[in-house]
């Protein structure tokens, strides 16, 4: 079952003759019968291994399977459905929806589809399409508990308050004892800025289930916004107990530690949470000023360094970086980055004070003048060059800009609540690092090429025609990447006009060392075109001539020669692929996104690995 959950689902006649005209038919007919027999054998074998391969979370191998259902008997829904199911393991969302719709188109009345297409939605922050999906569910299945939960938490992410509460009104009546509800309701009035009412709601709910760790963050967070720092670390603990390793707790432990003066305790806190979330940015700045303020200078430096690595122009971080590094007697570097800061900040006399000072200790002192004379100039009546004691009232929101505030505490700014969602669905491939290579050119090789996940065999006419002519050992493949041919020459013997001697030429002149880039692409293109009046149907000579125009960086006659490709061959991947990356050059993202699913599908699982990296 789908779902997912908060915070976190195929004459008679006389005479010989008419005998034996009669027998021949029904031979014919029962040979045909199970002809037909055996193919609805191979489709359900086809869906069958599909689904083995997703149980086994080999998902790029079972789309190939489902792939050749389709092919086979395109009326069938399951096929379809299961092929999203693939695809939404993999981060292909766009993909997945389009599945779902087709497959409603075939059998409009399976649950499971609407379900599938509400959360792909949900991942494309479509809320408007997926309540109407779970609209149509709930019409066919009024009790699945999970519909409404998901439709609940879609009327929250659209701030539709009134009707999620109508939703869960429903829903505690009909399942009192679920904790969920309540938790969900509590969520909704803390919206709604109504904090008894949300407090009533999680009491509720922990009444119900004491052992649900978010819950109990949950409700340490009103706590922490009273300044109830006691209270919120006591539901802090039992949150930390149920949920030993989110970063995000242990640092709101920090906080309430560090307001009850327990220091020990809150650097504790944020060593554990970086133990689990080492690039955690509130873990480091925040352990980065209580280090400072117990005098730990050179390992607050250390924190502040990494801060930097992972945002360079956080000011906040680079002020206090310098007053780390003049106190430990660095001022040059110091300076370094005090002038940072003030070049954003002109009038921040604090930092010029600091500068100025760092500059007295180089004896460089007509800078320090200058910016002297610039604070006296300013006659603002305030201490310089003390750096005020951490203040336990004071707070600042991460995306508080506010440099006067450089040495308060970092909080996680206000945000929508977290969704997890509860499905089986997840990915593997699309986690993988790869590079936004395009994919190599087709070119002719003695070498013929495999492929674990795709059955896809390049061919075309001219060139088989060719090998007829030639010698087994000479015999040539349409292969992605290097060619294997050195010498052209014992094919150019055979016919040096063919479209076949165009396409060798092209690339021996293009693996030219001889020759600078632009020139060989500039050949290559010529080559290429030539051979392209010759055989206008040929679908590589495209696919390849689009690539070499990438190398010039002209992605408009790219993407029309990859069209041309795709429209002689809908099976070409790499065309898909390549002409997605265009796309994306070009920042049309959802043509691109649309092509590289359409890539994966037909086998090149690295397209999924980018499609998820658009979409962050």
């Known amino acids: 079952m789908i779902s997912f959950k908060g915070y976190h689902n195929g004459r008679e006649g006389g005479g010989r003759f008419v005998r034996i005209a009669l027998f021949v038919i029904i031979s014919l007919t029962s040979h045909f019968s199970s002809l037909s027999c055996f193919a609805q054998f ?122 999620a509460l109508a939703d869960l009104d429903t829903m505690s009546i009909r399942w009192s004892k679920n904790a969920r509800v309540y938790a969900m309701r509590a969520e909704v009035y803390l919206q709604k800025k109504d904090t008894t009412q949300s407090i009533n709601a999680l009491d509720k709910s922990l009444e119900l289930d004491a052992y649900n760790g978010n819950t109990w963050a949950q409700r340490s967070i009103i706590s922490l916004a009273r300044d109830e720092w006691k209270e919120a670390e006591g539901y802090l603990d039992k949150a930390i107990h149920l949920l030993p390793k989110e970063a995000g707790l242990y640092i709101n432990r920090a906080l309430a530690r560090f307001n009850q003066n327990n220091l020990r305790g809150a650097m504790s806190d944020y060593d554990l949470a970086l133990d689990f979330e080492p690039n955690n940015f509130l873990g480091h700045y925040n352990r980065g000023l209580l280090r400072a303020q117990v005098g730990d200078d050179n390992r607050a430096i250390t924190d502040f360094d990494f801060v930097l690595k992972l945002e360079p122009d956080n000011l906040m971080a680079l002020y206090n970086r310098a007053l780390l590094l003049e106190n430990t007697g660095n001022p040059k ?13 002109p009038n921040f006399w604090t930092g ?108 075309d006419r001219q060139v088989d025609s060719l090998n007829r002519q030639l010698p087994k050992h000479l015999q040539l493949f349409i292969v992605a990447g290097n060619s294997s041919i050195a010498d052209p020459t014992p094919y150019m013997r055979v016919d040096s006009t063919s479209v076949v001697a165009c396409w060798l030429k092209a690339f021996c002149q293009w693996q030219a060392d001889s020759l600078d880039v632009p020139l060989r692409t500039a050949n290559l293109i010529d080559q290429l075109t030539q051979a392209i009046s010759q055989s206008s149907a040929n679908a590589y000579l495209y696919y390849d001539r689009g690539n070499a125009y990438v190398q010039c960086l002209d992605f408009a006659a790219a993407i029309d020669d990859y069209t041309r490709a795709i429209a002689i061959d809908g099976n070409l991947a790499e065309a898909w692929y390549n002409r997605g990356l265009a796309y994306l050059a070009q920042k049309r993202q959802a043509e691109g996104i649309n092509d590289l699913s359409k890539a994966g599908e037909l086998g090149l699982y690295t397209a999924y690995s980018i499609i998820k990296r658009q979409r962050k």
């Open 333 to 345: 570097a110091a300076i370094r980055d005090y002038s940072k800061v003030i070049e954003q900040y």
């Open 42 to 163: 191979n489709t359900d074998r086809l869906v069958m291994i599909g689904r083995s391969a997703l149980y086994y979370e080999d998902y790029v191998l079972s789309i190939q399977y489902f792939n050749q259902a389709i092919s086979a008997k395109p009326y069938l829904f399951d096929p379809w459905y299961f092929r999203a199911v693939a695809k939404y393991y993999l981060d292909d969302f766009e993909g997945a929806e389009g599945d779902c719709g087709e497959a409603i188109r075939r059998n409009p009345y399976v649950i499971g589809i609407y379900e599938l297409r509400g959360l792909c939605r949900i991942q494309q922050k479509n809320f408007t399409g997926a309540i109407s999906d779970y609209d149509t569910a709930l019409r066919y299945d009024p009790e699945n508990l999970n519909l409404w939960h998901n439709r609940a938490l879609c009327r929250i992410q659209q701030k539709d308050y009134d009707h």
């Open 352 to 459: 010029l004070q600091q500068r100025a000072s760092c500059y007295r200790k180089l004896g460089m002192t007509k800078q320090a003048e200058a910016d002297e004379f610039r604070i006296l100039k300013a006659q603002i009546d305030k201490r310089y060059g003390k750096q005020p004691r951490l203040s336990k009232k004071q707070m600042r929101k991460r995306s508080d800009e506010d440099i006067e505030k450089y040495n308060q505490l970092a909080v996680a700014d206000e945000d929508d609540m977290q969704h997890d969602y509860q499905s089986e669905y997840r990915g593997r491939v699309q986690n993988r690092k790869v590079g936004m290579d395009y994919m190599p050119m087709y070119v002719l090789s003695t070498v013929k090429q495999t492929n674990a996940v795709r059955s896809y065999v390049a061919y």
